[in-house]
């Protein structure tokens, strides 16, 4: 989904505002295979295996056509967009920042170059400028040119196998501006300009013990987990990371702690009393050294971005019995990497966690031990942020009664007057706190892995009735190897004025780096000439500009009908939010409208924009062209 709204639909609208053609009738068709994955049972992953197996083929299918389409405009914007460079020798690219406001963070890269590029030999140094620089926008390579490699090229009528050198690596980026960019590479060296302090590492007797950027900084313990130290207010978040599991009696449905099953084909248990705790609960940092290992590792190290493996191996049971109610004494190991990154002038703390499963009825979560004593929770969702209790009552006389795990959409934080700490983590994930072990405070537990074998079952201790039919779902036991992008953010004072929301949205969104050559031809020669188009070095679609804290932008797509650009906007805020959205794309004309994108009241359009108040909670829908 983030493919379609944060690349694909942006970049179609600039195309088409800009004299393309219209791509609606694309769009239409991706969403629709994205939409087919929605029926309630599909998408939050309660059915069988072969069902879950068409939604991949579907999701495959919209990838494919948002690639295509992606190609496709393209096509466009490289003729609408300036690439020309005083230096033949230069090689265009666009960078795309699809929010409204400035993005910092990595982008990959992998590129081919045209033959004619033969002055770039292997190994040469490669540096990157913005053809029109912005304020405060710092761009620097990680890049290395390959050797002449052979790569498939697909054309519109047909495909092409050429060897050609590539471009591959990274780019880092720093308040990059709304909107499409065009940047040059070229060869040679480039002056390192860091965006804060630089990222340092340390430790004794050869260890990484520490990372510290000067604006957060990381001590590394040796059973897994590590602290997080808050500068600004001066605050130690101990204990990060650790990691939980216990048994999973339940089904596709819903967690349970084991010792309460039903009757097979009864459909329906005797109420329980109470809330059930879990019979078989494992810390890793608390089990014994025999059954850990912990692995300290500097993969990257520089001025600018540096990251730190942790990995841990821990043996746990292999299943659960249904007969016993217990978990097995056969064990297996499970992998956790944690690839943990600091990037200077950044105070987030960017993760990337890959397991790799090798048991069954179990739930794997980390625990991130806030300090914080507060009776409240705040907690990402649909078009808002929700305020919720840390502690959730049992009241026995309910059908089902209510479970402490809560579902939450980009991120989730608790806070004092003084500040706290919030878990970032695209898309939509489970989350539950409860009081910290060993300690005072308050845990944020994520949900990592849930590894379960039915889709449902007669009843169990945290749900005493079937959901659905009894069907064994033996691929919802999740082995293997999988993954998990996430990050933590401490901040100072309140969440809406440390601007979370809008960390949490930059963290998740899909910002682009785009080839602005054609595709070669079998002699190495791209289609067609580089030629001087007419919009400009640089285009957003759609800016905020004003005082913090700010709205979301959800939507940035060309109208249903193909005449203009829609633009939706959501304030998930306490506080209205009064300020000016802005376009470069052409703007004589401009709107409200619904959700169906049927006109509503005109809107006064001066210097390419128009003033605008975003009351509390509101969703606001304009049409322009």
Same mark, same amino acid.
């Given at each position: 989904?983030?493919?379609?709204?944060?690349?694909?639909?942006?970049?179609?609208?600039?195309?088409?505002?800009?004299?393309?053609?219209?791509?609606?009738?694309?769009?239409?068709?991706?969403?629709?295979?994205?939409?087919?994955?929605?029926?309630?049972?599909?998408?939050?992953?309660?059915?069988?295996?072969?069902?879950?197996?068409?939604?991949?083929?579907?999701?495959?299918?919209?990838?494919?056509?948002?690639?295509?389409?992606?190609?496709?405009?393209?096509?466009?914007?490289?003729?609408?967009?300036?690439?020309?460079?005083?230096?033949?020798?230069?090689?265009?690219?666009?960078?795309?920042?699809? $929010?409204?406001?400035?993005?910092?963070?990595?982008?990959?890269?992998?590129?081919?170059?045209?033959?004619?590029?033969?002055?770039?030999?292997?190994?040469?140094?490669?540096?990157?400028?913005?053809?029109?620089?912005?304020?405060?926008?710092?761009?620097?390579?990680?890049?290395?040119?390959?050797?002449?490699?052979?790569? $498939?090229?697909?054309?519109?009528?047909?495909?092409?196998?050429?060897?050609?050198?590539?471009?591959?690596?990274?780019?880092?980026?720093?308040?990059?501006?709304?909107?499409?960019?065009?940047?040059?590479?070229?060869?040679?060296?480039?002056?390192?300009?860091?965006?804060?302090?630089?990222?340092?590492?340390?430790?004794?007797?050869?260890?990484?013990?520490?990372?510290?950027?000067?604006?957060?900084?990381?001590?590394?313990?040796?059973?897994?987990?590590?602290?997080?130290?808050?500068?600004?207010?001066?605050?130690?978040?101990?204990?990060?990371?650790?990691?939980?599991?216990?048994?999973?009696?339940?089904?596709?449905?819903?967690?349970?702690?084991?010792?309460?099953?039903?009757?097979?084909?009864?459909?329906?248990?005797?109420?329980?009393?109470?809330?059930?705790?879990?019979?078989?609960?494992?810390?890793?940092?608390?089990?014994?050294?025999?059954?850990?290992?912990?692995?300290?590792?500097?993969?990257?190290?520089?001025?600018?971005?540096?990251?730190?493996?942790?990995?841990?191996?821990?043996?746990?049971?292999?299943?659960?019995?249904?007969?016993?109610?217990?978990?097995?004494?056969?064990?297996?190991?499970?992998?956790?990497?944690?690839?943990?990154?600091?990037?200077?002038?950044?105070?987030?703390?960017?993760?990337?966690?890959?397991?790799?499963?090798?048991?069954?009825?179990?739930?794997?979560?980390?625990?991130?031990?806030?300090?914080?004593?507060?009776?409240?929770?705040?907690?990402?969702?649909?078009?808002?942020?929700?305020?919720?209790?840390?502690?959730?009552?049992?009241?026995?006389?309910?059908?089902?009664?209510?479970?402490?795990?809560?579902?939450?959409?980009?991120?989730?934080?608790?806070?004092?007057?003084?500040?706290?700490?919030?878990?970032?983590?695209?898309?939509?994930?489970?989350?539950?706190?409860?009081?910290?072990?060993?300690?005072?405070?308050?845990?944020?537990?994520?949900?990592?892995?849930?590894?379960?074998?039915?889709?449902?079952?007669?009843?169990?201790?945290?749900?005493?009735?079937?959901?659905?039919?009894?069907?064994?779902?033996?691929?919802?036991?999740?082995?293997?190897?999988?993954?998990?992008?996430?990050?933590?953010?401490?901040?100072?004072?309140?969440?809406?004025?440390?601007?979370?929301?809008?960390?949490?949205?930059?963290?998740?969104?899909?910002?682009?780096?785009?080839?602005?050559?054609?595709?070669?031809?079998?002699?190495?020669?791209?289609?067609?000439?580089?030629?001087?188009?007419?919009?400009?070095?640089?285009?957003?679609?759609?800016?905020?500009?004003?005082?913090?804290?700010?709205?979301?932008?959800?939507?940035?797509?060309?109208?249903?009908?193909?005449?203009?650009?829609?633009?939706?906007?959501?304030?998930?805020?306490?506080?209205?939010?009064?300020?000016?959205?802005?376009?470069?794309?052409?703007?004589?004309?401009?709107?409200?409208?619904?959700?169906?994108?049927?006109?509503?009241?005109?809107?006064?359009?001066?210097?390419?924009?128009?003033?605008?108040?975003?009351?509390?909670?509101?969703?606001?829908?304009?049409?322009?062209?």
């Amino acid at each position: 989904m983030r493919t379609l709204y944060d690349r694909v639909e942006p970049l179609s609208a600039a195309a088409r505002a800009y004299g393309g053609r219209n791509r609606q009738e694309r769009l239409n068709l991706a969403w629709r295979e994205v939409l087919r994955c929605h029926p309630h049972d599909d998408v939050c992953g309660c059915s069988v295996d072969e069902t879950h197996d068409d939604n991949e083929v579907l999701l495959k299918h919209a990838d494919q056509i948002s690639e295509m389409l992606l190609d496709d405009a393209q096509e466009d914007l490289r003729s609408q967009m300036n690439l020309h460079h005083i230096d033949r020798d230069a090689v265009p690219i666009l960078l795309h920042n699809p $929010l409204p406001v400035v993005w910092s963070g990595t982008l990959p890269i992998d590129l081919a170059l045209p033959a004619y590029r033969c002055y770039l030999q292997a190994g040469a140094p490669l540096k990157i400028e913005l053809s029109r620089p912005a304020d405060g926008c710092l761009i620097h390579t990680m890049a290395v040119l390959t050797e002449p490699l052979f790569g $498939l090229h697909a054309h519109p009528d047909r495909a092409v196998n050429v060897e050609l050198s590539r471009v591959q690596g990274a780019v880092l980026v720093h308040n990059l501006p709304p909107g499409i960019h065009v940047a040059h590479l070229m060869p040679g060296n480039q002056e390192q300009t860091l965006p804060g302090k630089p990222v340092r590492m340390g430790g004794r007797q050869g260890r990484t013990d520490w990372m510290d950027n000067g604006l957060v900084r990381l001590q590394f313990r040796q059973d897994g987990r590590w602290d997080v130290v808050d500068p600004s207010t001066k605050r130690t978040y101990s204990g990060v990371g650790r990691l939980e599991d216990s048994e999973d009696a339940g089904d596709s449905y819903d967690w349970s702690p084991g010792g309460y099953p039903c009757e097979v084909g009864s459909g329906k248990g005797e109420k329980m009393p109470d809330r059930s705790k879990e019979v078989d609960r494992r810390l890793c940092d608390a089990d014994t050294a025999e059954k850990r290992d912990v692995t300290i590792t500097p993969i990257l190290e520089t001025p600018w971005i540096s990251t730190v493996m942790v990995q841990v191996h821990w043996a746990l049971p292999v299943r659960f019995d249904d007969a016993t109610q217990k978990r097995s004494e056969e064990e297996d190991w499970v992998t956790v990497d944690h690839y943990l990154t600091l990037r200077s002038g950044s105070k987030t703390v960017e993760i990337e966690t890959w397991m790799n499963n090798t048991c069954e009825d179990h739930r794997l979560r980390l625990c991130v031990p806030t300090g914080l004593t507060q009776k409240k929770v705040w907690a990402g969702g649909a078009f808002d942020v929700l305020a919720r209790p840390t502690e959730w009552p049992h009241d026995a006389d309910w059908e089902q009664p209510q479970v402490p795990t809560q579902h939450f959409s980009q991120f989730v934080a608790m806070q004092d007057r003084l500040g706290g700490i919030a878990v970032l983590a695209p898309g939509s994930n489970e989350y539950e706190t409860a009081p910290t072990d060993g300690s005072e405070g308050t845990d944020i537990r994520i949900t990592m892995l849930r590894a379960t074998g039915w889709l449902s079952r007669d009843g169990f201790a945290s749900r005493r009735n079937r959901a659905g039919p009894c069907y064994p779902a033996p691929g919802a036991q999740c082995k293997g190897q999988t993954s998990m992008r996430w990050g933590l953010l401490p901040f100072e004072g309140r969440w809406p004025e440390a601007g979370v929301h809008e960390a949490a949205e930059a963290f998740a969104a899909q910002v682009s780096l785009l080839p602005g050559l054609p595709k070669p031809q079998l002699n190495g020669y791209f289609d067609e000439p580089l030629k001087k188009g007419i919009r400009g070095r640089s285009s957003a679609p759609v800016r905020f500009v004003g005082d913090g804290p700010r709205p979301l932008l959800s939507a940035c797509k060309p109208a249903e009908d193909g005449e203009g650009t829609v633009v939706r906007i959501h304030n998930p805020l306490k506080s209205d939010w009064t300020g000016r959205i802005e376009s470069d794309l052409p703007l004589f004309e401009c709107c409200e409208c619904d959700m169906m994108e049927n006109a509503g009241k005109a809107v006064d359009v001066n210097d390419g924009g128009w003033d605008v108040t975003i009351g509390s909670k509101q969703i606001l829908t304009f049409r322009f062209k």
